[in-house]
T-cell receptor, first 112, second 111 residues
Framework: TQLLEQSPQFLSIQEGENLTVYCNSSSVFSSLQWYRQEPGEGPVLLVTVVTGGEVKKLKRLTFQFGDARKDSSLHITAAQPGDTGLYLCAGAGPNTGNQFYFGTGTSLTVIP | DTAVSQTPKYLVTQMGNDKSIKCEQNLGHDTMYWYKQDSKKFLKIMFSYNNKELIINETVPNRFSPKSPDKAHLNLHINSLELGDSAVYFC??????????FGSGTRLTVV
């Protein structure tokens, strides 16, 4: 059983569509991060959220931390081919010794 | 300037061999990590070092031995390589409560 489950696992959409990726857990996290990984590279940090209910925006990306700090979502508006990649959430909290553990990943493909 | 650099980028070797992957960070971070990413893209922590001291050692075969000669380096040595060790290995560094900076990975293929 993974600590953080992401859904969907794979997502293929047309350019211009909107999408949401979910990151769920039964554990409470003090901090949650989202990363994007492109082929042949390491993950790159997109955002960190620490407060329940917190919403952060990064251009067309909107990140939300659940009120109970057990889940998070990433919404992309008007997806572009440059958004293609593997999206990973990572949580840290008392159950993880305050070290970040990564989710199962969502592979996004945006078709031009 | 590369923040976290690991070498080599690709490593192909036969079963039973011993190999090392090197990692260096120039960010001044206190903590360094080794992660393994499997064929399903799941990223699992293997080791964590803080100021040259081991703080996390997940359930990893003792054929894997990390070595941190100083705060900026964390190398990974693997003895008696097995087919199941084939994966992409990532080095990363961080400061407390901040995001991780990853290297570009080492793709290890054991044949």
């Amino acid at each position: 059983t993974q600590l953080l489950e992401q859904s969907p696992q794979f997502l293929s959409i047309q350019e211009g569509e909107n999408l949401t990726v979910y990151c769920n857990s039964s554990s409470v996290f003090s901090s949650l991060q989202w990363y994007r990984q492109e082929p042949g590279e390491g993950p790159v940090l997109l955002v960190t959220v620490v407060t329940g209910g917190e919403v952060k925006k990064l251009k067309r990306l909107t990140f939300q931390f659940g009120d109970a700090r057990k889940d998070s979502s990433l919404h992309i508006t008007a997806a572009q081919p440059g958004d293609t990649g593997l999206y990973l959430c990572a949580g840290a909290g008392p159950n993880t010794g305050n070290q970040f553990y990564f989710g199962t990943g969502t592979s996004l493909t945006v078709i031009p | 300037d590369t923040a976290v650099s690991q070498t080599p980028k690709y490593l192909v070797t036969q079963m039973g061999n011993d190999k090392s992957i090197k990692c260096e960070q120039n960010l001044g971070h206190d903590t360094m990590y080794w992660y393994k990413q499997d064929s399903k893209k799941f990223l699992k922590i293997m080791f964590s070092y803080n100021n040259k001291e081991l703080i996390i050692n997940e359930t990893v075969p003792n054929r894997f031995s990390p070595k941190s000669p100083d705060k900026a380096h964390l190398n990974l040595h693997i003895n008696s390589l097995e087919l199941g060790d084939s994966a992409v290995y990532f080095c990363a560094s961080s400061q407390p409560r901040l995001g991780y900076t990853f290297g570009s990975g080492t793709r290890l293929t054991v044949v």
